[in-house]
C-alpha cells in the first residue's frame, strides 16, 4: 500500500483501518485545531458554572484559551481569554466572579462580560482618532458562534457552518434524556470538576467509549477483584452499586453483542441497553420523583432510555443514567485532559446525585481502578504506534454489515462501527 501523504489527511482513512499518523504526527494534530476544532461546535461548559452576572470559568476550544463569562443581561458570552492591550490572559483560574466588569491584570484595561470596551487608564495618551477606528483594539474578541441546547453551551470559531441543533442531529434525544431525568427539566454542575491528563491522542479516548471489545480483558483484574469483594461479604448480601459497577465490566461477549450501536452524523453516537427496571431505593423514590410531575407513562419512558457513553464529537461524552460529562480538551498530540463533570439532578431526591458521585469517583476519577484499566491501555496504544511494526490501526470488525439510517447508521453492539463512523466525520472536518 502506498505511504499516504500528510498534506491530504482525508487519505489516511480508508473503510476498515486509519494510518497510525493520524495518533501520532504533530503536524495532523496541528491541522486538527484548525479544522476540527476550529470550525465544529465545541462543548464549552454549561449554563449553571456560571449563575451570576460576572461569573466565569476558563477552559480550552482546541488550542484556544477560552473565558466562559454570564452577562448582565442574563446570555453568556464566550470570549478568547486574550487581553486586546499586550494579550495578556484575563483570567487563568478554573473559574471565579468579577463584580462590574473583566479586568485585566498587566496594565487595569477593563471590559463588560460581553467583552466590550471599558475604562483604559490614561486614556488621553492614545491618540483618540486611532482607538474609534480600530474597535476590535479596545475590546476582547467573542467566538463566532455561541449557542446552548438545554443548558449546555457550545461554541464555534468558524461564522458559517450547521446551526447547533443541526449539527447534534440525532444525539440531541441523549441530551435531552439527561435533562428530562430531572422533575424540572433542569441540571446542574455540582460536586467539583475532576481532571485526568491522558498519554494519549484524543481520539484514543472517543475510539474506546463504544469498545466493547475491551472491558472483558482490560477491566479483568478490577472486576474480579470486585467479585472476590462481594463473595467475601456475609452471605446475601445484596452487591453494593461500586461493586455492581466495576464487576459489570466483564460480562462476557454476548452481553456487548445484545447493545445497540448508533452513529449519528458529524461522528456522534451513543450505546443503547435493553432496560430493566430496577428495585432498589435509590431508583424507586427518583421514579416517585419524576411520576408526581409526569405521571407513569411519560416516567416510564425517559427511565426505560438506557444510553451509555453517548458521544458528541469533538466535544466528549456525556453519561445520560448517571449524569456526568466527560469533557475532552486535546493538548498535544499525545496528551489529553479530561474534565469530569458530575451533575445534579434539580427536584430528583439527593441520594441520585450522591449516586452519580459514586460514579465519577468509582469510573472517572484520578483515583478510579477501572479508569486506571483503560489509562494503561492508552499509553501503550499511544507508545505501540510509535513502531515501525506497522503502518495501520484496524477498525474492521463489523465493516460492511452497517444498517444505514436517515442520520445515521446502527449496528450490533460489538461492532467497531462508532471508530469508522468518528473517523467518516474527522475526514470531512479535515478536508481544506
Ligand atoms: S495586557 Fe491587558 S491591560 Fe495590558
Ligand atoms: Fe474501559
Known amino acids: 500500500m502506498p505511504v499516504p501523504d500528510p498534506s491530504t489527511p482525508h487519505t489516511l482513512i480508508r473503510d476498515d483501518r486509519v494510518h497510525r499518523s493520524v495518533y501520532t504526527d504533530p503536524a495532523i494534530f496541528a491541522l486538527e485545531m484548525q479544522r476540527i476544532f476550529g470550525r465544529a461546535w465545541v462543548y464549552v461548559g454549561h449554563d449553571s458554572q456560571v449563575p451570576q452576572p460576572g461569573d466565569w470559568i476558563t477552559t480550552r476550544i482546541g488550542d484556544q484559551p477560552v473565558l466562559m463569562v454570564r452577562r448582565n443581561d442574563g446570555d453568556i458570552a464566550?470570549?478568547?481569554?486574550?487581553c486586546p492591550h499586550k494579550g495578556a490572559q484575563l483570567a487563568t483560574a478554573p473559574c471565579g466572579h468579577a463584580e462590574r466588569f473583566l479586568r485585566c491584570g498587566y496594565h487595569g484595561w477593563t471590559f463588560g462580560f460581553d467583552g466590550s470596551a471599558g475604562a483604559i487608564p490614561l486614556r488621553d495618551g492614545y491618540d483618540a482618532a486611532a482607538l474609534a477606528a480600530d474597535p476590535d483594539a479596545l475590546r476582547v474578541k467573542p467566538l463566532a458562534r455561541v449557542a446552548a441546547y438545554r443548558g449546555f453551551v457550545f461554541a464555534s470559531r468558524a461564522t458559517d457552518g450547521p446551526p447547533l441543533e443541526d449539527f447534534l442531529g440525532g444525539v440531541r434525544t441523549s441530551l435531552d434524556n439527561f435533562c428530562d431525568r430531572a422533575p424540572t427539566g433542569r441540571v446542574t454542575v455540582a460536586g467539583g470538576i475532576q481532571r485526568v491528563i491522558q498519554r494519549?491522542?484524543?481520539?484514543?479516548?472517543f475510539e474506546n467509549l463504544h469498545d466493547t471489545m475491551h472491558p472483558m480483558t482490560t477491566h479483568e483484574s478490577s472486576g474480579l477483584a470486585a467479585r472476590r469483594l462481594h463473595r467475601a461479604m456475609p452471605e446475601g448480601t445484596p452487591k453494593p452499586f461500586e461493586l455492581r459497577i466495576v464487576d459489570g465490566n466483564i460480562e462476557p461477549y454476548p452481553f456487548w453483542a445484545a447493545l445497540a450501536l448508533k452513529g449519528f452524523d458529524h461522528g456522534h453516537g451513543w450505546m443503547e441497553a435493553i432496560f430493566n427496571p430496577p428495585t432498589d431505593p435509590t431508583s424507586l423514590a427518583h421514579q416517585a420523583a419524576l411520576e408526581a410531575v409526569h405521571?407513569?407513562?411519560?416516567?416510564?419512558?425517559?427511565?426505560?432510555?438506557?444510553?451509555?457513553?453517548?458521544?458528541?464529537?469533538?466535544?466528549?461524552?456525556?453519561?445520560?443514567?448517571?449524569?456526568?460529562f466527560r469533557v475532552i480538551r486535546p493538548l498535544a498530540v499525545d496528551r489529553t485532559l479530561i474534565e469530569i463533570q458530575t451533575f445534579r439532578?434539580?427536584?430528583a431526591p439527593?441520594?441520585?446525585?450522591?449516586?452519580?458521585l459514586r460514579y465519577t469517583n468509582v469510573?472517572?476519577?484520578?483515583?478510579s481502578s477501572v479508569m486506571a484499566d483503560d489509562l494503561e491501555m492508552y499509553a501503550r496504544v499511544q507508545r505501540g504506534l510509535q513502531s515501525d511494526g506497522g503502518d495501520w490501526?484496524?477498525?474492521?470488525?463489523?465493516?460492511?454489515r452497517d444498517t444505514v439510517f436517515d442520520g445515521g447508521v446502527a449496528s450490533t453492539g460489538n461492532s467497531e462501527m462508532p471508530m469508522r463512523n468518528q473517523f467518516a466525520a474527522w475526514a470531512r472536518w479535515m478536508q481544506a
Open 78 to 82: 464566550v470570549l478568547h481569554n486574550r
Open 200 to 205: 494519549n491522542n484524543w481520539k484514543v479516548f
Open 295 to 324: 405521571g407513569p407513562d411519560r416516567t416510564r419512558a425517559i427511565l426505560s432510555l438506557n444510553l451509555h457513553n453517548t458521544i458528541v464529537w469533538p466535544s466528549g461524552s456525556p453519561h445520560t443514567a448517571f449524569q456526568q
Open 345 to 347: 439532578l434539580e427536584g
Open 350 to 356: 439527593d441520594a441520585v446525585f450522591e449516586r452519580a
Open 363 to 367: 469510573v472517572n476519577s484520578p483515583s
Open 393 to 400: 490501526v484496524s477498525l474492521a470488525r463489523g465493516a460492511g
